[in-house]
């Protein structure tokens, strides 16, 4: 495998992170973002070691105590599902962009930034400024951020994204205060979705699609068949119950929950703007 590496695209503003497994995209704004950059290159060029080091513990339903500041963020993120079913990979993605946000930020000079880890992001929102986060397709907009607004972390899970999901939904995205919250939160609702026993839903054991899965021999979504539009609002129903409890209990601020064309949401209302192609 090779090494980390950083690499800028071809608008000449963002940076592309690419280590394994792991993609992130780095946007900065403000008079440091120059060092800032530099910053999130050189912590990235540690990340995937770090979690590695530690992958038979965070794969694990009790992780117990880690060491690395990625692996601590995943495990904080996941204790408040206990004693549901949850390992600290639920929030792998989010944990490991708020790393990469925690060193852009250990600097002065910047207004602005976002750490895009395969579409779960962490960003910081300086004074007076906006932050447009796209919501997953099929909801067509984006939600506008303010400095004010309690949200610094947005997620999406769901049965087609790129882990398993022991749901059925299409996508759920969940804005919470963190991303690493929003990952674990966006995964456990994504669960949640679901039809139970459905003879048109096609599950495997985990472990016999990846074999170092952390869901092990738990029954995972491999196919969907033709639902009708009753099962559908059943389904998202189920989800949205969970995602209420969520909200109720603070650890998240919204939720879009999505399935075969319909979609609930759930928790704060945010300014949902028409998509822009160019920033889709």
Known sequence: MRGAQANWLSDGRRLHLHH???DMIVGIEGAGQDAAFQRAAARFGTLLEELVAELPRLRSHYAGAVEGETARRMVEAVRPFTPEFITPMAAVAGAGAETILRAVLDGPGIRKAYVNNGGDV???IGAGE???AALASPVPGHVTLQHGDPVRGV???GAGGRSHSLGIADAVTVLASGAAMSDAAATMIANAVDLPGHPAIDRVPACELSPDSDLGPRAVTRTVGALT????????DAGRVYADRLV???MVHAA????????VS??????IEERDPEHA
């Open 20 to 22: 394994g497994p792991i």
């Open 122 to 124: 962490a960003f910081h």
């Open 130 to 132: 906006v932050m447009r």
């Open 155 to 157: 997620a999406t899970s």
């Open 229 to 236: 539009a009753g099962e559908v609002a059943e389904a998202l």
């Open 248 to 250: 109720a209990r603070g």
């Open 256 to 263: 879009c929950l999505s399935l075969r064309g319909q979609c």
């Open 266 to 271: 759930v928790g704060e209302s945010f300014m």
